[in-house]
């Protein structure tokens, strides 16, 4: 997925969620795009991580990197499980995150422009907690926690949020949501012209 283009009051040209673009590539596993129910869904806990749980984590990884995104969920790709995964940079190791939830939140707030893989295409600055502590297990089960701030939290943030059944646009207010649905709804419209242009 390539990077999309700026859009109103965003003032940064790439959210968080997209690097730069890369030559089209499948990603190995289908993304959900909204409006899909399942992006409306809280995902379940995972009792204990093993050989299935380990497979879906690699599973989102290759997805990730496919679509030239920081952060993905199992959810993204139509499984309910708790997992998500964060890259910020192609070159920098990934982080796995199994059953992640938001231990503290500090109360200075920022402002990232955000985006999704499942709504592709459009983006709008978010206002989340500047740093954050998560709780979390590794992929061999063990307890862990991190302290994240600026990009990294607010990454964090809206991973957990999609886990939570939490799309990122129920983050912004009534108005800018509407903006948001409207873009979206033209590029799709946009999309679909060309698509049956070409064939």
Request: glycine letters at 6%; one cysteine or more; proline letters at 10%.
């Amino acid at each position: 997925m390539s990077a999309p283009e700026s859009s109103p009051g965003a003032g940064i040209v790439q959210p968080f969620l997209v690097q730069a673009p890369e030559p089209a590539r499948m990603p190995v596993r289908p993304l959900i795009l909204y409006p899909d129910a399942r992006l409306h869904q809280a995902a379940g806990p995972i009792a204990a991580p093993d050989e299935t749980v380990r497979a879906l984590a690699a599973d989102v990884l290759d997805t990730l990197g496919a679509v030239s995104a920081m952060g993905l969920t199992a959810i993204h790709i139509g499984q309910p499980e708790r997992v998500v995964v964060i890259r910020l940079q192609p070159d920098e190791p990934h982080a796995v995150y199994v059953d992640p939830v938001v231990a503290w939140a500090s109360p200075e707030r920022a402002l990232h422009p955000e985006g999704s893989v499942s709504m592709p295409g459009v983006v709008e600055p978010v206002e989340r907690p500047a740093r954050v502590r998560v709780r979390y297990r590794d992929l061999d089960g063990a307890e862990q926690e991190e302290e994240a701030e600026g990009l990294r939290a607010a990454c964090l943030q809206h991973e957990i949020d999609q886990l939570d059944g939490i799309f990122w646009i129920d983050r912004l207010s009534r108005l800018r949501r509407d903006r948001v649905l409207k873009r979206y709804a033209k590029l799709r419209v946009q999309q679909a012209r060309a698509g049956s242009s070409g064939s």
